[in-house]
């Protein structure tokens, strides 16, 4: 029987030093866990001469993939280096030489992971992947495993910490997007080139992930309706929370009649229901299913710790499988007949701001236009006039319309002499 599972990490950052540090200082506990040592066989990096948070021998460290891939003693190769090139081609390399694979990758998981779960199944490997939404929250393994018995219908989430903590401070300390940018930089909650998290990127990826495993369908990445959320106004915060709401970029997918709707955006969330009150870098994962209801979870989505907490255990239910000489478990089969529909099909409530000139007859324009489009307006708020500049601002919600007549009536009201200024737009979710 196999004694030492050998493990070859690529990449020694942030995860890869929590998942070193794991390793090493739980060694006792994964090896009872495990039902054998986990042994931690060699250290891909790019820059030997870095300082680490976890020091690893020094004769573990190499700048060479082939030291990890081509020696025997590595059964599972833990890719968490992150970007696709060259993760992918070193998480292909390793599978064609079968090696087991544990990633944290969501670029990877987003665009390749169907196939790279095929090509594991070929060959008879494991490709694990916990750790690739919501870092240290379960949620891959509820997917593959503990709700398989549902038909899930839904997914409303919070995949994104550092947004979710540029928000929380936008509507708590009143300020503007670019000053909550900047407390979460010198948090290190944002990256210098915070691009991929408050363009909704990193959630569109997390939310292609989960959709492809809750819907049993090839949801890729750019299946996904995607917008940041720069465009928030401190003054939206303010309306939202007059009007009994909230503001998340939320990642929402739902399945209807074989067809899936996916789209990350920034979203008017009701004070009342769960996902409004998942503050600061928490994340969290709602999914309805027909079975179980509505089930919520919630956690840290990121950091060294909870990160390395899902990796080790992917890696840990493999040495399980290979030290029991178990066949891993047959990985999704997705249907062919799933289709995704675009955008424009949606149909959501809307609150729109437009900055108009103040003056009698302006509304009834406004909500002539919206009505010759099928667009209800539920409730009209006058804001902030500024009588010398005879300008309002008006604030509405609409009834559920479709996103196709409200791109189009963006567009006409833009042209509208009274209209100087269309504010935001913010889609409104709602929970029965
Ligand atoms: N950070 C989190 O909390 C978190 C949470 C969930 C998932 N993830 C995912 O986990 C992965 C790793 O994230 P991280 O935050 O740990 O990243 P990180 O701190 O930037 O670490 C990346 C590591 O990979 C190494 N590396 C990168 N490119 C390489 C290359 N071409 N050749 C050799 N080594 C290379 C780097 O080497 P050097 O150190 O020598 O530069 C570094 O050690 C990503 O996929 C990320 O999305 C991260």
Same mark, same amino acid.
């Given at each position: 029987?196999?004694?030492?599972?050998?493990?070859?990490?690529?990449?020694?950052?942030?995860?890869?030093?929590?998942?070193?540090?794991?390793?090493?200082?739980?060694?006792?506990?994964?090896?009872?866990?495990?039902?054998?040592?986990?042994?931690?066989?060699?250290?891909?990096?790019?820059?030997?001469?870095?300082?680490?948070?976890?020091?690893?021998?020094?004769?573990? &460290?190499?700048?060479?993939?082939?030291?990890? +891939?081509?020696?025997? @003693?590595?059964?599972?190769? =833990?890719? *968490? !280096?992150?970007?696709?090139?060259?993760?992918?081609?070193?998480?292909?390399?390793?599978?064609?030489?079968?090696?087991?694979?544990?990633?944290?990758?969501?670029? &990877?998981?987003?665009?390749?992971?169907?196939? +790279?779960?095929?090509? @594991?199944?070929?060959?008879? =490997?494991? *490709? !694990?992947?916990?750790?690739?939404?919501?870092?240290?929250?379960?949620?891959?393994?509820?997917?593959?495993?503990?709700?398989?018995?549902?038909?899930?219908?839904?997914?409303?989430?919070?995949?994104?910490?550092?947004?979710?903590?540029?928000?929380?401070?936008?509507?708590?300390?009143?300020?503007?997007?670019?000053?909550?940018?900047?407390?979460?930089?010198?948090?290190?909650?944002?990256?210098?080139?915070?691009?991929?998290?408050?363009?909704?990127?990193?959630?569109?990826?997390?939310?292609?992930?989960?959709?492809?495993?809750?819907?049993?369908?090839?949801?890729?990445?750019?299946?996904?309706?995607?917008?940041?959320?720069?465009?928030?106004?401190?003054?939206?915060?303010?309306?939202?929370?007059?009007?009994?709401?909230?503001?998340?970029?939320?990642?929402?997918?739902?399945?209807?009649?074989?067809?899936?709707?996916?789209?990350?955006?920034?979203?008017?969330?009701?004070?009342?229901?769960?996902?409004?009150?998942?503050?600061?870098?928490?994340?969290?994962?709602?999914?309805?299913?027909?079975?179980?209801?509505?089930?919520?979870?919630?956690?840290?989505?990121?950091?060294?710790?909870?990160?390395?907490?899902?990796?080790?255990?992917?890696?840990?239910?493999?040495?399980?499988?290979?030290?029991?000489?178990?066949?891993?478990?047959?990985?999704?089969?997705?249907?062919?007949?799933?289709?995704?529909?675009?955008?424009?099909?949606?149909?959501?409530?809307?609150?729109?701001?437009?900055?108009?000139?103040?003056?009698?007859?302006?509304?009834?324009?406004?909500?002539?236009?919206?009505?010759?489009?099928?667009?209800?307006?539920?409730?009209?708020?006058?804001?902030?006039?500024?009588?010398?500049?005879?300008?309002?601002?008006?604030?509405?919600?609409?009834?559920?319309?479709?996103?196709?007549?409200?791109?189009?009536?963006?567009?006409?009201?833009?042209?509208?002499?009274?209209?100087?200024?269309?504010?935001?737009?913010?889609?409104?979710?709602?929970?029965?």
């Amino acid at each position: 029987m196999k004694t030492s599972v050998g493990i070859g990490l690529l990449g020694l950052g942030v995860v890869g030093g929590g998942v070193a540090r794991t390793l090493v200082e739980r060694a006792d506990h994964v090896r009872q866990l495990a039902g054998c040592k986990l042994s931690l066989e060699g250290v891909l990096v790019r820059d030997p001469s870095r300082p680490r948070s976890f020091d690893v021998p020094s004769s573990l &460290v190499t700048t060479r993939v082939e030291d990890i +891939l081509d020696n025997p @003693a590595v059964d599972v190769v =833990v890719e *968490v !280096m992150g970007g696709q090139t060259p993760a992918l081609d070193y998480i292909v390399k390793a599978i064609s030489l079968d090696k087991h694979i544990v990633t944290a990758n969501k670029e &990877v998981m987003a665009k390749q992971g169907p196939d +790279l779960l095929t090509l @594991a199944r070929k060959k008879g =490997v494991q *490709v !694990m992947f916990e750790a690739s939404v919501a870092g240290g929250t379960p949620i891959i393994g509820p997917l593959l495993r503990d709700l398989v018995s549902n038909e899930i219908s839904s997914i409303h989430a919070i995949i994104n910490g550092t947004t979710n903590y540029i928000l929380t401070q936008m509507v708590h300390q009143g300020v503007g997007f670019d000053d909550a940018l900047r407390a979460a930089q010198e948090l290190g909650y944002a990256e210098s080139d915070p691009t991929n998290d408050v363009e909704g990127i990193d959630a569109a990826y997390k939310l292609a992930i989960l959709s492809t495993l809750a819907f049993r369908a090839r949801i890729k990445d750019s299946d996904v309706y995607r917008e940041g959320i720069t465009r928030l106004d401190a003054r939206d915060f303010l309306y939202a929370r007059e009007l009994g709401y909230t503001i998340k970029l939320l990642a929402i997918a739902n399945m209807r009649d074989g067809v899936v709707e996916a789209h990350v955006h920034p979203a008017f969330v009701p004070s009342d229901v769960m996902l409004a009150k998942v503050e600061g870098v928490l994340n969290a994962v709602e999914v309805e299913a027909d079975m179980v209801g509505r089930v919520l979870f919630t956690g840290p989505g990121a950091g060294a710790e909870p990160t390395a907490s899902a990796v080790v255990a992917d890696a840990i239910g493999i040495a399980r499988n290979i030290v029991g000489n178990v066949t891993p478990p047959t990985p999704l089969r997705l249907s062919e007949n799933v289709r995704v529909s675009p955008m424009s099909d949606l149909e959501t409530k809307y609150y729109l701001r437009l900055n108009v000139d103040d003056r009698p007859g302006v509304f009834a324009r406004i909500a002539k236009l919206l009505g010759d489009l099928d667009i209800s307006i539920a409730s009209v708020i006058q804001k902030e006039t500024d009588e010398a500049a005879q300008r309002a601002e008006i604030v509405m919600m609409t009834h559920r319309a479709r996103e196709a007549a409200m791109t189009n009536a963006l567009g006409l009201l833009s042209e509208l002499d009274v209209v100087n200024d269309v504010g935001n737009l913010v889609r409104v979710e709602e929970w029965e």
